[in-house]
């Protein structure tokens, strides 16, 4: 039995709870405590589980639950998400600013100035004032629908408030969805500790998080918005940017708060210097500022370029690059023993963001650009977790700086490191390196290869060091008590990490052989052998030979993999892999006129967005068909794919001659 009572007091906490996720999240002026909050919350939940008919679209339990996806539908944008042109200097803005006075015959323009945010453009729809689809700008025409994503975010208003201007029919409303540098932090500190790869910036850990298929990931992260931008709109009008900045506002957006209403250019290139200065005390990243005419008539006359509108503008910031001093250059020893020189440096906020290290890549590298410990260098962090040394200011030069030499011995296990003829690389080629084996035990366990959850970088570290796992063939035998007194293991993580490897044990041959780490063996390589060979026996029998007689292989990796099975050493590690459990079956076997399909054998490169499948789906599909699927494109590809908006790839297939087939043809010939 319902009564009105009950769908009062839902309607009541629905309302309640909305209005203090703005309170503290758009606001950041909370109204109650966070328990209290909790409570609320709590309480709405049960009466909804209870009375499913009293959810509604926009109560604040609807920001969490929805079932994953399997794939992203695709939206068109009612009006195109167009891009920004950039001006780098004064001089341009005041270009930009002379060419629109003469354009509109006015003497005198005012603009509305925002910071530019960094991170991953996103338009919501609002119908009759609820929101009911959030999409990716996309290419600009055609978006990913995260609607389900986007209700996560606490400062997404689920329902625009009512003390905003009358509700229009039709809102799309424009954004930047971002992640502070604070929630930057915590998310890959979480990450680092699980063993996960990390996010490169914010921007790319903004735009990983927004395109999860199960919410609850999304839900997870720290993800904000600020709105600055329309799309199509039904039942009001907006005669400024400025205005409609406010109408949002009013509506319960979060609004930058550094925006700058109806003001002169030159006041425009004043801000732009107190933004610089305001840049580093921020709690999110920017890369510029943006500059728009504020009148709506005045934007509609000047009207827009094929990307760009010539009423708005970006005045972007200087890359980010500090000169800081090298104190000292190190050696890391990676997974296939190649010594990789990384530089330390006097730690310096590059953008922001504190640095300690840059990698050096080789030892040609260090050479080329003349590298020396002592040396004052010039770093950027262009979007890479590990920033790079641009170049070195030779003027700062004292003659005490001392020119680095890659070691002979590998400064893990010490033993003679080997330069390999042709390559840039110098490798420690001692099996048995600590500094490798680790590196290979986590490639063994990734989630590529035999996928063991809760077995992370730390982890197998301290397994290595205490002697528990020296070979591939030890994981199988741990015992939860060999793992109880490591740190941060507790008996029921050590359990839990029991029944994970146990669960890993059953392994298709293609991954078995990738969890290898055979040199040069990626993916690609791993899947051709376990469909040429069938078993583990097979593949250890063949010749270096049968393996170079494979479609799509070539000599170095066939080279690397024959010289692999016949080593002693491993074929003694395989044996005991296989002996303690391990059951290797092959999911990829030939199947009976497989052999005949278009792909087979050649080799394909993808490129542009598809719309019937992610591109991840596409490789697996041509690689099931026996294709191989590579980057780039070169006079050796059979096919590139072109899907929309396909770019520079698509130009170079042109030029070399390749067939480009698009998506239709593609499908075609896939299912045939
Ligand atoms: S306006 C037609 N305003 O910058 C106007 N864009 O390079 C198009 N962005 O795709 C965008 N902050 O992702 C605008 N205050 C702001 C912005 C902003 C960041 C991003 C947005 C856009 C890109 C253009």
């Not at 001692?430 to 959850?453: L, P, T």
């Not at 397994?463 to 020296?470: A, F, I, K, P, T």
């Amino acid at each position: 039995m319902m009564d009105d009572k009950i769908t009062n007091r839902v309607r009541q906490l629905q309302t309640a709870l909305n209005e203090h996720s703005y309170y503290y999240h758009v606001l950041d002026d909370p109204k109650i405590s966070d328990a209290e909050y909790d409570r609320l919350l709590h309480e709405l939940k049960g009466l909804e589980e209870k009375y499913p008919q009293l959810v509604t679209q926009d109560s604040p339990t609807r920001r969490i639950g929805a079932p994953p996806l399997s794939a992203f539908e695709q939206a068109e944008h009612a009006i195109p998400m167009l891009s920004l042109d950039n001006a780098f200097s004064d001089q341009d803005i005041l270009d930009f600013d002379a060419r629109i006075r003469k354009n509109t015959g006015k003497d005198a323009i005012q603009y509305t100035v925002e910071p530019k945010l960094d991170g991953v453009a996103v338009e919501l729809r609002y119908e009759n004032g609820v929101l009911v689809q959030a999409a990716t700008r996309g290419d600009g025409f055609v978006g990913e629908v995260i609607t389900a994503n986007v209700r996560t975010i606490r400062s997404v208003p689920l329902r625009l408030r009512t003390d905003g201007p009358l509700c229009p029919d039709l809102l799309e409303v424009r954004g930047e969805v971002f992640i502070s540098r604070k929630g930057f932090q915590q998310l890959n500190d979480k990450r680092l500790a699980k063993g996960e790869p990390l996010f490169a910036n914010p921007r790319n850990a903004a735009a990983g998080s927004l395109r999860q298929l199960d919410s609850a990931v999304t839900a997870s992260r720290p993800l904000d918005i600020f709105m600055y931008g329309r799309g199509q709109v039904q039942g009001v009008a907006f005669d400024t940017q400025s205005g409609f900045l406010d109408a949002l506002a009013a509506w319960g957006f979060a609004v930058n708060p550094l925006t700058q209403k109806q003001i002169a250019i030159t006041t425009a290139l004043t801000f732009y210097r107190r933004l610089m200065d305001l840049r580093p005390n921020l709690s999110y990243e920017i890369d510029g500022m943006v500059i728009k005419v504020d009148q709506v008539d005045l934007q509609q006359a000047l009207g827009e370029k094929i990307k760009s509108p010539r009423w708005a503008i970006a005045y972007k910031f200087a890359a980010v690059e500090e000169v800081t001093r090298i104190n000292d250059i190190l050696v890391q020893v990676g997974r296939t023993g190649t010594l990789t020189p990384v530089a330390v440096l006097e730690p310096v906020k590059v953008g922001g963001v504190m640095v300690s290290r840059a990698t050096l890549h080789n030892s040609d590298e260090i050479k080329k650009k003349d590298i020396r410990i002592g040396d004052q260098a010039l770093v950027t962090r262009a979007g890479d977790v590990i920033p790079k040394v641009v170049k070195i200011m030779a003027s700062a030069r004292t003659g005490k700086e001392q020119i680095f030499e890659m070691p002979s011995h590998c400064p893990v296990c010490g033993s003679k490191v080997l330069r390999l003829e042709d390559e840039a690389a110098v490798k420690c080629i001692n099996a048995a390196c600590q500094a490798q084996r680790k590196e290979r035990i986590r490639h063994f366990v990734s989630k590529k290869g035999f996928d063991i959850d809760g077995l992370g970088k730390k982890l197998v570290e301290q397994l290595v060091d205490e002697g528990l796992l020296s070979s591939f063939a030890d994981l199988f035998s741990l015992k939860k008590e060999q793992l109880i007194p490591l740190d941060r293991m507790a008996e029921k993580s050590a359990q839990n990490l029991v029944t994970a490897i146990d669960k890993a044990r059953q392994i298709p041959l293609h991954r078995f052989i990738f969890a290898l780490g055979i040199d040069h063996t990626g993916e690609n390589a791993a899947r051709l052998l376990a469909k040429a060979f069938d078993t583990l026996d097979g593949l250890m029998a063949a010749e270096e030979a049968d393996i170079e007689q494979i479609h799509g292989m070539g000599t170095i990796t066939a080279k690397a993999i024959a010289t692999f099975f016949d080593s002693p050493e491993n074929q003694a590690v395989l044996q005991k892999i296989t002996d303690s459990g391990v059951v290797i079956t092959n999911t990829l076997a030939e199947q009976p006129g497989e052999k005949d399909h278009v792909f087979a054998g050649k080799t394909l490169v993808l490129t542009g967005t598809l719309s019937a499948m992610t591109r991840s789906e596409a490789k697996k599909a041509l690689m099931d068909a026996g294709a191989n699927v590579t980057g780039s494109v070169s006079s050796k590809t059979d096919f590139l794919v072109a899907g929309k908006d396909a770019g520079s790839k698509l130009n170079k297939a042109r030029t070399l001659n390749v067939p480009v087939l698009d998506e239709d043809r593609f499908l075609e010939m896939l299912g045939s």
